[in-house]
């Protein structure tokens, strides 16, 4: 007969390993996908949905306005109550500013924008970072000044 003195049970059996190994492996396998979608490129383009929404706002604006001021980086609006509304490109953002104040994004996503003076209106002129252009021309109802 055999006796064993001091059995050590401190340690790890061969069941315990391969099930700890096993829960690593499964932890592993699922933070592979997560970190691809974290990594994944940022999308370039401007949402169509975005620039039409964006166009009929705008245009309800400009064509309620009593004075249009377009240099080349920025337009101002003056609306029927007095208020200067403007429109100018920030970062990678077209905002909106109600007298020098706010920061109300209309569009996100653009690497240029530029306005144009026409009679009765405005021409907007928008590059996406993907490089795509956008166009669209702004009337009013009315005939009203257009200063450069």
Known sequence: MVIV???NSSGFTLIEMLVSLSIVLVIVAL????????????KVEMNRME?????QQTKLEIKESVQIKVTPSILYVTTVNGQVVSYEKYQDKLR??????G?????QNIS????LALPNGVEL??????GKNYNRRFFTYASIPVLQ
């Open 96 to 101: 909106r500013r109600v007298n020098g104040t």
């Open 112 to 115: 240029s924008a530029k306005f």
């Open 103 to 107: 920061h109300e994004i209309q569009l």
């Open 31 to 42: 933070f592979v996908p997560v970190l691809q979608v974290m990594h994944e490129k940022q």
């Open 125 to 130: 002129s928008v590059v996406d970072l993907s």
């Open 51 to 55: 620039w039409e929404v964006f166009y």
């Open 5 to 7: 003195k001091g059995v």
